[in-house]
């Protein structure tokens, strides 16, 4: 595997474009035979879980680490704060590298990452060591009983994929809620046939996964989403994260995806290239009515860097344009009480279509082409429909003035229904409730 992710590198590097989204999808079909003949040892892995979830509940505490590579697409703030209270569990959070985009990338994001976790109080183990220059080993330095992982994706170094932790119990819980035509990337790669537990959002995301995964679904839970819990917990009081604290001018996100082109494995969805500067220009044209806040998909900025009429110089001075312009403000870390404090979100983000339901504002989606909607799975179609949609600068402008500015969202009553029928956690009790639940179950064989 590791050979064939060596010269696939390599070819992509000097093949014309064309040839390497033919290489792309060749790896594709390359990478789901080899898992297609991993069946008999993915169950194998699963029967092997029995020993090591018997070996486990022998101890009295456990210690659980969060592989995180990216604060802003963490999701297990509520999780984690909640096993930090409970005498089962003692948590820590390791940041681990993404490496995609180099090594001065992946030392930045890193710091930002460990950074910010620090504030939020966590603890915290940073993976490498930039004195020796060497990663630490995770098995010796923490010695984990339960991984939660962030990501299926082999975006980070080998040595925190999940190959090599199959003696500890391994968990996963989706960075967004998974909405798009992707059934074999979300819920059939190698990851999710050997991973012990599969913590997912909702029973239509459990039976997508069981028409396609290699293990029939057998380790996955419906929880529900863990960052939906403060969006519904009606005690929270969110922070106020808005630079202009007048209540009378309306607060709106504007969120674009980083996919400014389609490859291979992924269509795309991105309008940024398009409405880059329009957005400055319309709070002009309200007078300031509104304010926006700037929370581009944490990949945005790295490919910004590598296009080629951008570049980092061009991508750093538009970013710092948000963050001080009047009635302006760049958000690059946790969203969750920027929803909460927000009147409404234009975007192109998959899975806001439906996490912002929680909030019970108004959502606009800026349409990339008229077939996006084929893209969607039977999950995110029901999402969908409702939102608002925008195809044009007037289009948007209207769904501002109309919606936004006088109030008239005729779409609110069909998305509370959806938050009630679909989104909420099973069995009247919070995602996290859920999860943590099925853990003390199952390793102390129901002892609590």
């Known amino acids: 595997m590791k050979f064939l992710l060596l010269i696939e590198s390599i070819l992509q590097k000097l093949l014309p474009k064309k040839w390497r989204l033919a290489l792309s999808k060749l790896r594709i079909k390359v990478y789901w035979f080899i898992s297609w003949c991993g069946k008999p040892y993915f169950y194998y892995r699963q029967a092997k879980y029995k020993k090591i979830v018997a070996k486990t509940g022998k101890k009295e505490r456990l210690k659980v680490a969060f592989f995180a590579f990216q ?25 681990i590298p993404y490496v995609t985009y180099g090594d001065e990338a992946m030392l930045a994001e890193m710091n930002k990452t460990a950074e910010a976790f620090v ?45 090599n932790y199959l003696d500890r119990l391994t968990a996963y819980v989706p960075y967004g809620i998974m909405a798009v035509k992707m059934e074999e990337d979300q819920y059939n790669q190698m990851f999710h046939n050997l991973a012990w537990r599969c913590y997912y959002e909702t029973s239509i995301h459990k039976d997508m996964a069981k028409n396609v995964s290699h293990i029939k679904a057998k380790n996955v839970v419906v929880t529900g989403y863990p960052l939906a819990d403060k969006y519904l917990d009606t005690s929270y009081k969110p922070k106020e994260v808005w630079k202009n604290p007048d209540p009378s001018v309306k607060r709106i996100i504007w969120a674009p995806h980083h996919t400014l082109e389609a490859n291979a494995t992924l269509s795309s969805y991105s309008n940024f290239l398009t409405y880059s500067e329009y957005f400055f220009k319309l709070i002009e044209k309200l007078n300031h009515k509104i304010q926006i806040a ?11 860097y590598n296009h080629t009429e951008w570049g980092k110089e061009r991508t750093d001075q538009y970013y710092l344009r948000w963050a001080t312009m009047q009635n302006c403000q760049l958000e690059e870390g946790d969203y969750d009480d920027l929803f909460l404090t927000s009147d409404a979100l234009i975007h192109d983000s998959i899975s806001f279509i439906s996490e912002y339901c929680f909030t019970g504002k108004p959502a606009l989606f800026t349409v990339s082409d008229k077939k996006i909607a084929d893209r969607f799975n039977v999950f995110g179609t029901k999402a969908f429909q409702l939102s608002y949609m925008a195809y044009n600068e007037s289009d948007i402008c209207q769904f501002v003035e109309n919606v936004v500015l006088n109030g008239n969202d005729s779409r609110k009553n069909e998305r509370q229904t959806f938050v009630n029928d679909i989104l909420k956690p099973p069995h009247n009790q919070t995602a996290v409730s859920n999860i943590i639940n099925d853990l003390v179950e199952n390793i102390w064989q129901k002892e609590q």
């Open 294 to 304: 700037f929370k581009p998909h944490p990949i945005l900025k790295l490919k910004l």
């Open 71 to 95: 604060d802003s697409i963490w999701k297990y703030d509520s999780l984690y704060r909640n096993l930090e209270n409970h005498p089962k569990f003692d948590p820590i959070v390791v940041v």
């Open 119 to 163: 504030n939020k109080g966590y603890k915290v183990v940073k993976s490498y060591n930039e004195e020796t220059k060497q990663f630490i080993s995770v098995k010796k330095e923490i010695d984990p009983n339960i991984i939660f992982f962030t990501t299926p994706f082999r975006l980070t170094s080998p040595k925190f994929q999940i190959s």
